[in-house]
């Protein structure tokens, strides 16, 4: 089986030192903070590969056809199917909705080859 080293993260995304092993997270954590970052990636941010990311600017805020759950559904889909592959295989459970507030809140299930991680994304009203 195949698997997959990453270095952890504390709580504010910065990299952890000096704590040795306890410093990487390996097979689905690994998977799930990679996730959790692609997501917070805005699409251009990152000067490598200008492609990568949640096209927040470019097609979901501000864009013409309103605020389209289902597309933004699918952006986020991409994200997380392009995050850690070959290791997530599909995503299913697919939740999406606006609150009273307006906040896009949007929630599924990232199948990976070590087992399903729960992803939620909240997008705020005006953001």
Same mark, same amino acid.
């Given at each position: +089986?195949?698997q997959?080293?990453? &270095?952890a993260?504390d709580n504010?995304?910065?990299i952890l030192? $000096? #704590?040795?092993?306890?410093?990487?997270?390996v097979? /689905?954590? %690994?998977?799930a903070? /990679?996730i959790?970052?692609s997501?917070l990636?805005?699409q $251009? *941010?990152?000067? @490598?590969? @200008? %492609?990568? $990311?949640?096209?927040?600017f470019q097609? /979901?805020?501000g864009? +013409?056809?309103g605020?389209n759950?289902?597309? /933004?559904?699918?952006?986020i &889909?991409?994200v997380?199917? #392009?995050a %850690?592959p070959?290791?997530?295989i &599909?995503?299913?459970?697919v939740s999406? !909705?606006? !609150?009273?507030? $307006?906040t896009?809140k949007?929630?599924?299930?990232? *199948?990976?080859?070590f087992?399903?991680?729960q992803? %939620?994304?909240?997008?705020?009203a005006g953001?």
């Amino acid at each position: +089986m195949s698997q997959i080293i990453t &270095r952890a993260l504390d709580n504010n995304h910065d990299i952890l030192f $000096g #704590q040795n092993h306890n410093n990487f997270l390996v097979d /689905i954590d %690994a998977v799930a903070q /990679i996730i959790d970052c692609s997501l917070l990636l805005f699409q $251009g *941010e990152w000067w @490598k590969d @200008k %492609a990568l $990311g949640l096209p927040l600017f470019q097609q /979901i805020l501000g864009s +013409m056809n309103g605020y389209n759950a289902t597309l /933004i559904s699918d952006l986020i &889909r991409v994200v997380i199917m #392009q995050a %850690a592959p070959p290791f997530v295989i &599909r995503v299913s459970n697919v939740s999406a !909705s606006y !609150s009273t507030d $307006g906040t896009f809140k949007y929630s599924s299930t990232a *199948e990976t080859v070590f087992g399903p991680i729960q992803v %939620a994304v909240s997008l705020p009203a005006g953001a």
